[in-house]
Every structure is written in C-alpha cells, then in structure tokens.
C-alpha cells in the first residue's frame, strides 16, 4: 500500500495498523491515570490520525485496573492488557510491545515524569525519517544525588565495554518504528532491557531532549537505587563479556604481582636487608587474593544465572485479560 500524507517514506501503510500506539506500563497508579489521559489525549488528537493507548497493568492493590475501564467506557482507544501475576515493569512493556498495532510506538510513564507534550516531538521526528526518537533529559527534578551519580557512572561504563551504545540520560520514553517494534519482538533475550534491545537493534536513531518534571501524584515503585543497579548490570553482562576477559587480565596481573613481590623477597635475603614476615602480611594476601576470587566467582555467576533464565524459554510475561483487542 502507497504512503499516504503525512507519513514517512520509508514507512509503507499496511491496512492492520493505525498510526501510533502508546505503551503505558502501570502499577498503583489509581491517582495519576485520570491526569496523564486529560493531558495526552488532546495531544494524540492533534498529531496522528489515529491511535491506541495501551495500559500494560501488573495486579495491583488499589483501583488502577477500575479506574482504566471506566475511562475506556468514553474512549474506546484505551485498552488493557492485564497480566497474570506481577512481571515487571520490562516485561510489562514488551508485553504491550506484543499487542501494540501502530506504525509507531511510543512507550511512557503514567507519573508524567514523562511529558506527554513531547509526543508532538517525537512523532515530527518519526514522519522526518527515523526509526526510533529517544527522549533525552537534561535535568531531573526530584531526584536524590545518588540515584543521578550511580545512573552517569553506569551509562559510562556500559558504553565503555558493551558491544552498543546507550545514550546518556536516556530512559524507556521513547518512540520506535513498526520495524524496530517487529525486531525486538524477534528477540529471545528475556532480561527486558528495552534501552540494549533498541541498540541492538539499530536503524536510523535521534534525541529529543527535555527538563523532566517531578512525579505528578505518588511515589514510585521503583527501587531507585537497587533498580539502577540491575539495570546497569543487565547492560553489563547481557551486552558485553568484557567482565569475563577482566577476570582474566587480573589473574595475570595478580599472578604477575606475586612473582615480582617473590623476587623482590629473594633479593632483599641475599642482601641481609630486613624484610616484613609473619601473620600481617598473610592475612593482608590471603584477603586480597580471596577478594579477587570471589569478585570473579561472582561475575561467572552472574552469566550463569543469564544462561539459566534464557535456556529454560518460560513465557517473559502471561496475559490474564486482554481488553480492546481485536482477535
């Protein structure tokens, strides 16, 4: 089917989709849904010709789930996708990924920490050309200087040693093209880290950026500093097997190391110098090396575990109802 106005080039229309889909993974969020539909809806309307908004929920203990289905009486664009059990926020959003019909597909907080007035942004971007538009902050309010100095360090590391490249300050707010939806979807990794799954993926790739605001309403169920952890450690390993090759370099260098200190011993006795013995400089060795042992005990594990999860093939994610969908 020929493009029609307004859409890429590159981007041909099949009948089955509409023009944009919004992924939005929630969890106790009953206060923030009928704020983030006042102030994204007008938007949508006014800058894509049709679309969907996908609500992607983990069970949760308050009204979230009510508070969705009685918006969607008004508006049949929201629909549900309501999950077994608790997954996750990543396998919420591959979950919607999965269902999502859009030539686009932009994936977002409910908090609003995520603006929706950049989705004007971002889909310009989209109808200029490129596959994915990454939002990408320049501040954030809110935040506690350890969760910002652990999320820097973290993007630098990972793009030092990984095999792709995330850009700085960039999170799961972003829009992606019907094809890069349809690999990732080909995908069999079941970490979810969508950030090394985009950049995996390629394709032509841009940056809006934007002062990302407070929480609307709430707090975060995100564990900020634990969550940035895991997610700093999914780029590490998943991505990368530069943590293998250091445990190598420093075996050689430990190795390496002791041959110098045993030489330098040797010399000092053929000398009559004194040197240091006895219980301090044993204790000072044997923890050294144990340290360095467990370190690399730790990251076989930490592959291990990855290997373990992917080689057992269970479902990323199961759907208890499906709401909005056609069959």
């Known amino acids: 089917m020929l493009r029609k106005s307004g859409w890429p080039l590159d981007q041909p229309i099949r009948p089955d989709l509409m023009?944009?889909?919004?992924?939005?993974?929630?969890?106790?969020?009953?206060?923030?849904?009928?704020?983030f539909l006042r102030r994204v809806r007008p938007i949508l309307q006014g800058c894509v010709r049709d679309f969907e908004i996908i609500f992607c929920l983990d069970p949760s203990p308050d009204r979230t789930q009510e508070v969705i289905l009685e918006a969607r009486k008004s508006d049949p664009s929201i629909k549900l996708l309501a999950f077994s059990r608790r997954f996750g926020q990543p396998m919420a959003t591959l979950g919607g990924l999965q269902y999502a019909r859009g030539a686009a597909v932009i994936v977002m907080d409910v908090d609003l920490q995520d603006p929706p007035e950049l989705i004007t942004e971002m889909v310009a971007k989209w109808k200029e050309g490129y596959d994915v538009v990454l939002a990408q902050r320049r501040n954030r309010v809110g935040e506690p200087w350890l969760k910002k100095v652990v999320?820097?360090?973290?993007?630098?590391?990972?793009?030092?040693?990984?095999?792709?490249e995330i850009p700085a300050n960039t999170g799961d707010f972003r829009l992606m093209s019907r094809r890069v939806v349809e690999e990732i979807n080909r995908l069999k990794e079941c970490h979810?880290?969508?950030r090394g799954l985009v950049a995996l993926v390629g394709f032509r790739q841009t940056l809006v950026q934007f002062d990302r605001p407070a929480r609307y309403s709430g707090e975060t169920n995100y564990n900020r500093f634990v969550g940035s952890l895991r997610i700093g450690f999914n780029g590490i390993f998943c991505f990368s097997t530069y943590a293998l090759s250091l445990c190598t370099q420093m075996g050689f260098i430990i190795a390496g190391l002791s041959f110098f200190v045993a030489a330098v011993y040797f010399c000092m006795k053929l000398a009559g110098a004194p040197?240091?013995?006895g219980n301090p400089t044993i204790v000072i060795l044997i923890l050294f090396l144990g340290g360095i042992q467990l370190i690399?005990?730790?990251i076989l594990g930490e592959y291990i575990g990855r290997i373990y999860e992917e080689v057992k093939?269970?479902?990323k994610f199961i759907v208890d109802r499906a709401i909005g969908f056609d069959s």
């Open 275 to 277: 040197f240091p013995l």
């Open 19 to 35: 023009e944009l889909s919004v992924i939005v993974p929630v969890y106790k969020e009953e206060r923030n849904v009928p704020e």
């Open 296 to 298: 690399s005990t730790g």
């Open 151 to 164: 999320s820097e360090l973290g993007y630098r590391v990972i793009n030092k040693i990984a095999n792709v």
């Open 313 to 315: 093939q269970r479902p």
């Open 192 to 194: 979810g880290f969508l």
